[in-house]
């Protein structure tokens, strides 16, 4: 299960459980516990993820909810969980941050092999200059407070880190316009980050689509929101998930339905933006616009 986060593995495994039996008509915690020999109440703890269960215990359960052929995937899920591999970042931050839902979506951007991102009003928090980031953030914080900031900042360095490993995820891009004529920062910080946004795309780091105003938003594209997508023979349940950030916490989304409206959303934006070539020519000519006018 390398390359996996730990939150990660540890949500798929719990989460997964908890699906299988919900969907099974064999979905008595009680029945289900007897079997196994313990208490009703430890079903639910696997759940939440305050214990695991023994090998022998997982078997029982799957052959319970009529899924004993899944044994071998859970077994090396539990234990990728039980290795308690720490995830990045839980050796750099104080015990109070991330909160979980940073953590967890943190923890998809690390598994992700592809990730497929629609910004209408911003440049992605992903390929973000410190400069621009640091706008950004200054601007959603309602209250100004220092140490918020330079944890939320270190917290963007390190997931950022993702895209120069050897085995980057796949990430493409789709921007509104109005992203790129935003005066975030001022034109010299703007001018910068589009700047460094092209060359990026022409290094191969990202594939860069943007969306002209002209061309209009697709039914329901009023707000952005990141596919991710993890390799599918690691995380099997949860291979993919849809995430939407609000002024108050990052949602995400895995039913089949809910995905399908995304993806739908997605192939809509995808039509209706720029190539790359043209997007990654209008991103670079706008930044040296702006670097000419502040130079």
Known sequence: MAEVSHVVAEWAFTQGLKRLRETSPNSNQSEIAKRIGKSRATIGHYEMGRYLPSHDSLDIMLDSYGHGDR????????????????DWWEDEFPDHFPPRSLALFAGFEYSAAEMRIYEPQRVPELVQTPSYAEAV??????????????LQLRMLRGR????????APQLTCVLGESALRSPVGGPHVLGEQL????????????????????AGRPAGACAGFTE?????????????TAWVST????????????????????RDLAKA???????????????????????
């Not at 044994?71 to 720490?86: F, G, I, K, Q, T």
């Not at 953030?137 to 330079?150: G, I, N, V, W, Y």
């Not at 933006?273 to 130079?295: C, I, K, W």
């Open 71 to 86: 044994a071998a995937y859970y077994r090396r899920l539990r234990d990728r969980v039980e290795m308690r591999s720490p």
């Open 137 to 150: 953030l200054r601007a959603e914080l309602t209250e100004h407070r220092a140490d918020e900031l330079t």
């Open 160 to 167: 950022q880190a993702v895209l120069d490993r050897p085995d």
């Open 195 to 214: 700047t460094t946004l092209a060359a990026r795309a022409r290094q191969g780091v990202l594939t860069l689509r943007v969306l002209p105003d002209s």
């Open 228 to 240: 991710l997508l993890l390799p599918s023979e690691l995380i099997q349940d949860f291979s993919e």
């Open 247 to 266: 002024p108050v916490d990052r949602i995400h989304y895995e039913s089949p339905e809910t995905l399908a409206v995304f993806r739908s959303l997605w």
């Open 273 to 295: 933006a720029l190539t790359p070539a043209e997007s990654v020519d209008l991103v670079a000519e706008l930044g040296r616009e702006l670097m000419r006018d502040v130079s």
